[in-house]
């Protein structure tokens, strides 16, 4: 029955329902309310919920974007983001309101694309469904130069200021620690696919996969646990130290991130706060416990300890 209603759920859309981009604007798209639609008709049961992004633009707090996630029973979660253009912001036409409800919509869809729900649409282009449909009265294309002056110029040089509000949003309730951490999964992704320097040069696409390693990298496992380190040592005293005499070193240890060889370094710790562990792959692409600066280490009383490593607690 799950498989059935996964299928009518991310089956492509009909042409009928693909709307081609206004003139200037690129990527074909499907209205919001046919997601809506396809949910609701699928028979899956899902959840929906956003908030705001703000950021500063012209001295004055605004909305910049949104961020939601979307959860689907029996398929998990995804979250999506939108971004609202210089132009709207500066428009007087436009509130925070009516942009709020475009960035929403652009992040529901693209949550959605992340289960596979209109991905054949997907073509890395920052263009809404809701851009054609307000019609909104842009700069005169007589005006429009390829000059730093340019709207176009000015809403790609708004994206790194957009990134920055999001990143801010997905790691406000984490320690400063598993921040770090969170971001370099985002910063050593973008470096290994060799993402141009200038964020602002980002594609929607990368954009979304920059976001998807840092909300990886933000999960509860993932949060490090070196500064929990000084509390351990006052409360334990020396405790700590027998641990280390009950166990003979090992040389056979694996990494459960990348399966290869871990360190052994309970005999040899340079400080008291030193990992009593250490992977020994020094690549954030190959090891996933890598925080992109260092190694995935462990201590003898740390959370995630492999129980496969066979050290009492």
Sequence with gaps: MAEKKAVKLLSPFPKKLVRPAPSGKFGDYVPHAHYVERLRDSGVKYSWACEPIYGMHKGEKRIVGAIGTITIEDMGSYMGVGDIDTFKLDSPKLNDGTNLKDAESDAFKRACMRFGLGVELWSG?????????????????TEVKETDDSPKVKASRSKSDFIQDTIDVMCKDLTPAHREFAIEQGRMYAKVKKYPQDMNSWTSEQVNKFFEQIERGALPQFEPKEDIMDDVQAILGDVVDKSHELNKIKTDLKCPYCREKVFDNRNNKK???????????????????????????????????????????
């Design 271 to 313: 400080t008291p706060k030193s990992p009593d562990f250490v992977c020994a792959t020094d690549d954030a692409a190959i090891c996933g416990g890598h925080t992109g600066k260092w190694r995935k280490s462990w201590w003898l009383n740390s959370s995630d300890l492999p129980e496969e490593w066979g050290f009492s607690e």
């Design 125 to 141: 282009s920052t263009q809404s469904e809701e851009e054609a449909s307000m019609e909104v009265e842009e700069t005169p294309a």
